[in-house]
C-alpha cells in the first residue's frame, strides 16, 4: 500500500535519511522504532510530502508520490497524527473533530463518523463540549487520532503516540488501534517505545542515524539481542 524505496533525505546541509526503504501492505500495523534523533520524523514528514528526497521513490496505492504536494497525498486517503498532536487547544472536542472532515466526501459522513470515532474513543463522547487544551495529554492524543480519522482515511500515520503519555493511558490507545486495523485501518507507528509499539504490531523497522538497520516480525524484533540491548534496556 506504501512502499518507499531507496529514499535519502537532506535537511539544509545534512543528510538525515540513508537510502531508507519500507513498505507498508494493507491490513497491517507496521512501525518505525528509532531513538531521538534518528529521523523518524523525518521519514513521516517525507512521507506526506513536506521534504521531497534528493534519491529514491514513495509510492501509494500505486501511485508514484514522491513529488506530490501534501495536499494531494491526503487527499488520496492518507492521514496523520503529527509529534505533540497539535489540536487547536480553545475549539471543543466536536469542532476538532468536524476539522478533520473538510474534505467534501468526509463531511457528507461527517455524523456517521463522529459515531465511529466516539465509539473508539468514548471519552470524547463524554467530553465532546469541552474544550480541547484543558484535556489531558492521552485525552487530546485520542482526540488528534480521532481528527485524523475524520478524514474517512484508508492508512493512518502517527508520529510519537505514545510520547510523554502514562502506560496505562498509551495501552488503551493501543487498544483502540488494534481494533481499528481489526476494522481494516492500515496503519504506520513511528515511536521510540520499542516494547509496547512492538507488542502492538505485526511487523517493523528500526532506523538508527537515518537508516534501517533490522527488519522483520514483531515478535521477532522482541527477542532480537540488539533491540533488547539498545531499546528495551537490556
Ligand atoms: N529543521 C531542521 N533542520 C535541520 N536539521 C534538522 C531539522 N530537524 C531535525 N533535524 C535533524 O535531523 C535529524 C533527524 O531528526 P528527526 O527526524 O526529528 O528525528 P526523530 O524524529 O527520530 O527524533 C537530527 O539529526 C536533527 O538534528
Ligand atoms: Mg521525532
Redesign the pocket.
Known sequence: MLEVRDVDVF??E?Q??WKVSMEVMRGEIVTVL????????????TILGLHHPEGGKIQFLGQDITREPTYRIVRMGMACVP?GRRIFPEMTVQENLEMGAYAPAARRAMRESMDWVMDLFPVLRERKHQVAGTMSGGQQQMLAIGRALMSRPSMLLV??LSLGLAPVVTNEIYSAIRKLNSQGMTVLL?E?NAARTLRNSHRGYV?E??RIVLQGPSTDLLHNDHVKKAYLGG
Do not use: H, S
Open positions: 535537511r539544509g545534512a538525515v535519511l528509532g531513538a531521538n534523533g534518528a529521523g523518524k520524523t523525518t521519514l513521516f514528514e509529534e508520529d510519537e513511528i521510540q532506523l542515524t537515518g
